[in-house]
DNA sequence: CTAATCACCTGAAGGC
DNA sequence: TGCCTTCAGGTGATTA
């Protein structure tokens, strides 16, 4: 924040979808944002909206000596800072926008809003019928719950991932809204879970892949009970959870 | 409407 | 050592 963008270089041209007809060079960074797992660099007269995907690192550099062949996108300030953009598998995004409510129009609420209270939760859990974990990820309905955040969530609230949103009981759901805040809030605190590629803007691991309890962990003893934990894929995603502690259809 | 599959990409790891 | 297959923090388009 209080940066100035001097110039942008896109490496892959992919990587950039600028929807507006200029570049946002001159302008200040005046502020930053989150929703769900979009970014949001707030410029004066629009915004840089970032996506890292599976690999997708910012990493701030004072100067520009670490460009590796995986940098796509690099933002030099006028204070001689580099914003750079890295992606070993080119599937992170950064939008070019005017419009404010670009994020909001693609996302349901943020798992971390205050306005996602209980009572909202156990509505959107009851609107539809579908598997807990497909809900979970499901960002049109509630943002910011990846893969591994999704499992650890579920084995925290002792529910199969299998399990039908309509056999949910209340007192269920309720557990898994206080352990998805928590999950996510722990795993801010630490920095984020560095599994292969993911880096903090000062180009450090996060802390959480220590952390998990079940995701990677697939026929290691569950830390619970002891039990093997097992992998099975759900909508195409690897799936870990503890066969005894979240049992198939138990609410 | 949902669910399944593929496409987008590269690199690491495992099997043989 | 080397070749081939599988898998990976995600999403969006297409097909069923």
Same mark, same amino acid.
């Given at each position: #924040? /209080?940066?100035?963008?001097?110039?942008?270089?896109?490496? =892959?041209?992919?990587?950039?979808? /600028?929807?507006?007809? =200029?570049?946002?060079?001159?302008?200040?960074? /005046?502020?930053?944002?989150?929703?769900?797992?979009?970014?949001?660099?707030?410029?004066?007269?629009?915004?840089?909206?970032?996506?890292?995907?599976?690999?997708?690192?910012?990493?701030?550099?004072? $100067?520009?000596?670490?460009?590796?062949?995986?940098?796509?996108?690099?933002?030099?300030?006028?204070?001689?800072?580099?914003?750079?953009?890295?992606?070993?598998?080119?599937?992170?995004?950064?939008?070019?926008? !005017?419009?404010?409510?670009? #994020?909001?129009?693609? #996302?349901?609420?943020?798992?971390? *809003?205050?306005?996602?209270?209980?009572?909202? &939760?156990?509505?959107?859990?009851?609107?539809?019928?579908?598997?807990?974990?497909? &809900?979970?990820?499901?960002? $049109?309905?509630?943002?910011?719950?990846?893969?591994?955040?999704?499992? +650890?969530?579920?084995?925290?609230?002792?529910?199969?991932?299998?399990?039908?949103?309509?056999?949910? *009981?209340?007192?269920?759901?309720?557990?898994?809204?206080?352990?998805?805040?928590?999950?996510?809030?722990?795993?801010?605190?630490?920095?984020?879970?560095?599994?292969?590629?993911?880096?903090?803007?000062?180009?450090?691991?996060?802390?959480?892949?220590?952390?998990?309890? #079940?995701?990677?962990?697939?026929?290691?003893?569950?830390?619970? !009970?002891?039990?093997?934990?097992?992998?099975?894929?759900?909508?195409?995603?690897?799936?870990?959870?503890?066969?005894?502690?979240?049992? +198939?259809?138990? $609410?």
């Amino acid at each position: #924040v /209080n940066e100035v963008i001097d110039d942008i270089t896109i490496h =892959w041209h992919k990587t950039f979808l /600028n929807f507006e007809s =200029w570049l946002p060079v001159n302008s200040h960074i /005046n502020g930053l944002s989150r929703n769900g797992k979009y970014i949001i660099i707030e410029l004066d007269k629009s915004y840089l909206v970032i996506h890292l995907r599976m690999t997708g690192q910012i990493i701030i550099h004072n $100067s520009n000596a670490f460009p590796d062949q995986h940098l796509r996108l690099s933002i030099k300030m006028k204070s001689g800072n580099y914003f750079n953009f890295y992606d070993a598998r080119k599937f992170g995004r950064i939008y070019h926008v !005017c419009d404010p409510e670009f #994020v909001s129009k693609k #996302v349901g609420i943020d798992a971390l *809003s205050d306005n996602l209270n209980f009572s909202r &939760f156990y509505e959107l859990l009851k609107s539809r019928k579908k598997k807990i974990k497909t &809900f979970l990820m499901d960002q $049109s309905i509630i943002a910011g719950i990846g893969n591994i955040y999704a499992d +650890e969530s579920l084995f925290l609230s002792k529910i199969h991932p299998e399990t039908l949103t309509d056999l949910i *009981s209340e007192k269920k759901a309720k557990m898994l809204y206080e352990n998805i805040k928590t999950i996510l809030k722990a795993a801010i605190k630490n920095m984020g879970t560095t599994i292969s590629d993911y880096k903090t803007t000062g180009g450090g691991f996060g802390g959480f892949q220590n952390k998990l309890q #079940v995701y990677g962990r697939k026929g290691l003893p569950c830390f619970s !009970c002891g039990s093997e934990i097992q992998k099975i894929k759900l909508n195409g995603r690897g799936t870990h959870f503890c066969p005894s502690c979240q049992p +198939e259809n138990r $609410s």
